[in-house]
């Protein structure tokens, strides 16, 4: 029940549970859950019964949750056709650790999410939570920086830096009104594990910062939640007040003499503001901009004070190392960026969804392997890592191991984890301009590089993806994003022209015959491209078309056959759709030229078309 | 662009539920100013005040702003200023209907912007626009993270997934006839009574 499945249906499942049980007058616990990352498969219910292993059901409709209350909790009838698979090995039942979408990922944050409920510290206390807290309590601040340090924990909101070192820093550092902020300013498109682990495990998180807060020896902790994701607030929110009424926060922790005020910040939405020092100044109540470095905020960060800024999986990754040491954790992965790392893997994959992999795994592993491939048999062609400030790679890459410094390397980066598969039918061109459009307009506009650069960038990929690019384009696209990289202060600026960068690199055959034939190859820039119907295949008097354009492009040619009015055709390929499969009568052609000119019957008027 | 003037009556029914959000402009000014004094007069308080009066007006009025600065003691264009850097805000009274279109990356990929086209071309004004009769406005948004859903529509609580074309059409004349529906039932009482 976190916000993917609610979208997928979730609430309708479980009032469908709850009343089929009643009618039944059936007992059984239904337990709304955080998310198991399986998006693919929303909504997806856990059934334990007596007698049976846990068993996992995917895309539970309602009518689905009353024929399983039915046969299942009353007939014994475990339906094996709406399973995905036991959840736990057993003789009974093919186990879903059998699937590679499971036994490949190696779970480290996202344990227990989507196996207890979020809403209940109780169930988290039950697994052993705030276990590593009370060890950390036990023994010195530095202890806990050693552990942190030894593990390797580079910061997962992207850049890297050594977490061990940042809070060092912060702990040497003069002042004792210290400050750990929780950045959770998720604004990437396509990623959001952050709001999976805020939903699904609230008090992880807490315990990571608490843990944190005791070792850099902060009193006051901040969570900046973007106000977008109203139901992690809730869920934070809650857990803060569960943490307290516990002794767990607030006032002299556990009788250690340790005191931490943890409250939430409702960021509004500004996707530089996941920079640090743009979020202290929102904070502080004023534009999102970033301010230069040093000082670093470790020394002076919000309101003048010393501050640890760490990712929401940072922080969360925090009470494993010290439960478990920080050689153990340093064990995990390749050895330049040790751990686990956590992907939004979507796009055009079969079992797309939240994947955590330890570091290292190669991305045609993870593709591949974990989420099925592309669907539909067609052709991988690219993925898109790190979101606006990473990269395409092409498939030459796949064997590329998932990594800071491969990443890097490579032209992209791990960024918060967003990855996007595409397909032949995705123009490389296209996504290129979206990214723009984005990081265009989140512009702060501290820099001119980067205000003015991102725009100019934005009107020459418009007019490419257009047909309207000239030949030296591409030189200037080329020379312009080095200098805005050189330009600009903040991360925004500095990666803002990867997706050009990267795109021009490995795909520049396609902006080329944008430029040189205004054709697009994928066939997805609309300018670009046209629909037409197939003479020879399209049925008489099927209307099926007809029906659907939004435009009333569609007309009834002489011969009771149906064409397409270019003038009035908005290309959005929902004929495309509607044409029953035996027919397959629309095509669609790239340059638009292609597309033979049927004019309309004069006697006809688009109304009665 | 269709302009909210100041003081400028919105015609609400008087039988809608507190739910909606209230659309006129003053009713709410009197609760905001009570609600001000509960904030301490700090410079932090800014975005957070700023999200009380956009929760309660639905939108950020000119005057609710003047009525920000004098409380803080800034000046008006220092609040516009921070309130027009951040997406959360908006200046004009949203529709009763408020239709959000994802346009995050697996959402564009599979034709996000031909769903937004499709309810701009039906309810006949641009994103970030309100229909004149207030019964609808349109948004673009960043990312909802129900990425495995694309493309996705948020139309009022209610999440959208697999959006196309034709469901654009049968979600407006769902609203459509609902309206008809309610004013068929309000003529019908009126002469009883």
């Known amino acids: ?609 | 662009m269709f302009n909210m003037q100041d003081g400028r009556k919105a015609q609400v029914n008087e039988n809608e539920s507190e739910t909606q959000v209230p659309v006129e402009d003053e009713s709410a000014l009197p609760d905001i100013a009570s609600a001000l004094d509960s904030f301490e007069r700090r410079r932090r308080n800014l975005i957070p005040i700023l999200q009380m009066m956009q929760q309660r007006q639905g939108y950020l009025s000119p005057r609710a702003m003047r009525l920000v600065a004098e409380h803080l003691r800034i000046s008006p264009s220092e609040v516009y200023g921070v309130a027009t850097f951040y997406n959360q805000f908006r200046f004009h009274p949203p529709g009763r209907h408020q239709i959000k279109v994802c346009l995050g990356t697996a959402c564009h990929v599979v034709g996000g912007d031909i769903i937004l086209e499709n309810f701009e071309r039906k309810l006949e004004i641009k994103e970030g626009q309100t229909t004149r009769d207030r019964e609808f406005s349109i948004e673009r948004v960043a990312c909802v993270g129900c990425c495995a859903l694309a493309p996705v529509a948020i139309v009022d609580d209610a999440t959208h997934g697999h959006m196309a074309p034709s469901k654009v059409e049968g979600l407006l004349l769902g609203f459509q006839i609902e309206k008809e529906q309610a004013q068929k039932e309000r003529d019908q009482s009126e002469p009883s009574t």
């Open chain 1, 1 to 609: 029940m976190a916000t993917c499945g609610l979208a997928a249906g979730a609430a309708e499942t479980m009032a469908a549970f709850d009343e089929a049980l009643a009618e039944r007058r059936l007992t059984a616990h239904v337990i709304p859950v955080g998310c198991l990352g399986h998006c693919y498969a929303e909504p997806l219910v856990v059934i334990h019964k007596p007698g049976f292993p846990g068993i996992a059901y995917h895309n539970v409709t309602p009518g689905k949750a009353r024929v399983l209350v039915r046969t299942f909790l009353e007939e014994d009838d475990p339906l094996f056709e709406y399973m995905l698979g036991a959840i736990e090995t057993n003789d009974l039942i093919p186990s879903v650790l059998d699937f590679p979408r499971f036994y490949l990922e190696h779970r480290l944050v996202m344990e227990h999410c989507g196996l207890i409920d979020p809403q209940d510290i109780h169930q988290y206390l039950a697994l052993g939570g705030y276990a590593a807290f009370i060890k950390a309590l036990a023994g010195t601040p530095e202890d806990v920086i050693r552990e942190v340090s030894a593990s390797g924990l580079r910061g997962r909101g992207g850049a890297g830096f050594p977490t061990g070192r940042k809070w060092q820093l912060a702990r040497e550092a003069p002042g004792d009104r210290k400050i750990v902020i929780c950045n959770a300013d998720e604004g990437d498109p396509g990623a959001y594990m952050d709001r999976t682990l805020l939903e699904s495990n609230p008090h992880q998180l807490l315990e990571g910062i608490a843990i944190t807060a005791y070792g850099v020896g902060a009193h006051r902790a901040i969570i900046y939640v973007r106000a977008e994701y109203p139901l992690a607030v809730a869920r934070m929110t809650q857990g803060i007040q569960q943490a307290n009424t516990v002794g767990l926060l607030g006032a002299d922790i556990l009788e250690s003499g340790f005191d931490l005020d943890v409250s939430v910040f409702l960021g509004s939405g500004a996707f530089v503001c996941g920079e640090e020092t743009a979020l202290i100044e929102s904070i502080e109540g004023n534009r999102g901009m970033p301010r230069y470095r040093p000082p670093y905020p470790a020394i002076k960060g919000l309101w003048g004070r010393p501050t640890v800024i760490n990712n929401v999986k940072t922080l969360s990754t925090v009470p494993a190392i010290i439960r478990q040491g920080g050689n153990w954790h340093r064990a995990i992965g390749s050895p330049g960026s040790p751990g686990t790392a956590i992907f939004s893997v979507v796009g055009k994959v079969i079992h797309a969804g939240l994947v955590e992999i330890a570091t290292g795994t190669t991305l045609r592993t993870l593709i591949f392997d974990i989420c099925g491939g592309i669907p539909k048999r067609k052709k991988f062609k690219a993925v898109q890592i790190g979101g606006p400030s990473g990269g395409c790679l092409p498939e030459s890459f796949l064997d590329t191991p998932v990594d800071f410094d491969s990443l890097t390397q490579a032209g992209a980066m791990m960024g918060s984890g967003g990855m996007v598969v595409m397909d032949e039918e995705s123009c490389m061109v296209n996504v290129a301009r979206y990214f723009l459009d984005f990081t265009q307009h989140e512009s702060c506009g501290k820099c001119t590089f980067c205000r003015v650069g991102t725009r100019h960038l934005l009107n020459i990929l418009d007019r490419i993806t257009k047909g309207e690019g000239k030949e030296q384009d591409l030189e200037v696209l080329e020379s312009l994003s080095q200098e805005i990289k050189d330009g600009s202060l903040c991360g925004l600026g500095k990666t803002a022209p990867n997706p050009v960068l990267t795109s021009l690199r490995y795909f520049r055959e396609e902006y080329e015959a944008h430029v040189r034939e205004k054709r697009c190859p994928a066939m997805m820039c609309r300018t670009l491209t046209a629909f037409f119907i197939d003479l020879e295949k399209c049925a008489r008097g099927c209307d099926a078309c007809v029906g659907c354009c939004p435009v009333t492009a569609i007309f009834t040619s002489r011969d009771r056959k149906k064409a397409i009015d270019q003038s009035l055709c908005v290309k959005c390929g929902e004929c495309m759709v509607a044409c029953p499969a035996e027919y397959a009568a629309v095509k669609k052609v790239s340059p638009p030229e292609l597309a033979p000119v049927i004019a309309r019957p004069p006697e006809e008027s688009p109304q009665n078309a």
